[in-house]
């Protein structure tokens, strides 16, 4: 089973609109860490957020926020007011803390198409 | 200050060819791990390591090679290219361990022919 899901295989938005992200994950362990990563068109990887699994809060930086769902197991992003550099595959990624620590798993990835 | 570097950029390898994808990092994390992209199935480890001298295999390790003779280094050795390892990889290192999160490298796109 995979541990980190994204069902939405590419999203199309228009400029300023706003989009949201699905991440779903699977584990047994309590204490957990959840990432988000983008991937430009150029092809690096950046990392854009860590959240433990104690930390249900959400968070907002700029136009993005985060919303974390332990009873959903769902660590869902949000873009609001969307922009043509926002297009970027972004992936969603676990680290578990227990029998799998050296492990991290990412999920498949969502494309973002922006157009102006 | 470097971060991930890897080496080379892109690389057309013939089937059955050998070759070794270099990564160095300058930020003295232990951890370190090789993974590769394929389309639609994101990233998946092949090897990692948790300090100089010590690897272990991931999800994919089959027909790759690594070990770490220092915490700088960590490259990953292709003993005889098949076609299905057609693929970006992309080179890792983390500071405390996965759950601290990873910095990437800028990747190695390889075709084998």
């Known amino acids: 089973a995979q541990k980190v899901t994204q069902a939405q295989t590419e999203i199309s938005v228009v400029e300023k609109e706003d989009v949201t992200l699905d991440c779903v994950y699977e584990t047994r362990d309590t204490t957990y860490y959840l990432f988000w990563y983008k991937q430009p068109p150029s092809g690096e990887l950046v990392f854009l957020i860590r959240?433990?699994?104690?930390?249900?809060q959400n968070e907002i930086s700029g136009r993005y926020s985060w919303n974390f769902q332990k009873s959903t197991s769902s660590f869902n992003f949000t873009i609001t007011a969307s922009q043509v550099v926002d297009s970027a595959v972004y992936f969603c990624a676990l680290s578990e803390v227990g029998y799998n620590f050296n492990k991290f798993y990412f999920g498949s990835g969502t494309k973002l198409n922006v157009k102006p | 200050n470097a971060g991930v570097t890897q080496t080379p950029k892109f690389q057309v390898l013939k089937t059955g060819q050998s070759m070794t994808l270099q990564c160095a990092q300058d930020m003295n994390h232990e951890y370190m791990s090789w993974y590769r992209q394929d389309p639609g199935m994101g990233l998946r480890l092949i090897h990692y390591s948790v300090g100089a001298g010590i690897t272990d295999q991931g999800e994919v390790p089959n027909g790759y090679n690594v070990s770490r003779s220092t915490t700088e280094d960590f490259p990953l050795r292709l003993l005889s290219a098949a076609p299905s390892q057609t693929s970006v990889y992309f080179c890792?290192?983390?500071?405390?361990?996965?759950?601290?999160?990873?910095?990437f490298g800028s990747g190695t796109r390889l075709t084998v022919v």
């Open positions: 959240r433990n699994s104690f930390d249900e």
């Open positions: 890792a290192s983390s500071y405390g361990g996965p759950t601290y999160g990873y910095t």
